[in-house]
C-alpha cells in the first residue's frame, strides 16, 4: 500500500451513476483513492481529496443569530408536508 493507511467505509447509497459514503472519522486528511470492492474484486475505483469540515446551522437572517434556516418534515397517517422552522 506504498505506506498508506487503508480505512473501510460502508456503502450507505448506491445507483448505477454514484455510490453515496460517508468517510469514517480518522481518515486522513488530503488525497485519497476510493476502492470498491465487490466480493474480494475491485469492481471500481477512483481518486478524491479529503478535506476537515464542521456542521454547522445557518440562521435565517444570516448573521448568526436568531431563527434557524430550516425546514421540518410535518407527516401523518395520510399525508406530509415540509414546513419552516420559525421559533417565536
Not at 17 to 30: E, K
Not at 71 to 85: F, H, I, K, M, P
Amino acid at each position: 500500500m506504498n505506506g498508506k493507511r487503508k480505512v473501510n467505509a460502508r456503502i450507505k447509497a448506491l445507483s448505477v451513476a454514484s455510490i453515496r459514503n460517508t468517510i469514517p472519522p480518522g481518515a486522513a486528511l488530503g488525497a485519497a483513492m476510493i476502492n470498491v470492492v465487490n466480493e474480494g474484486q475491485v469492481v471500481a475505483e477512483g481518486s478524491v481529496r479529503i478535506e476537515a469540515v464542521a456542521p454547522g446551522i445557518f440562521t435565517a437572517n444570516a448573521d448568526g443569530r436568531g431563527g434557524p434556516a430550516a425546514v421540518a418534515l410535518v407527516r401523518n397517517l395520510w399525508e406530509q408536508d415540509w414546513v419552516s422552522v420559525r421559533f417565536i
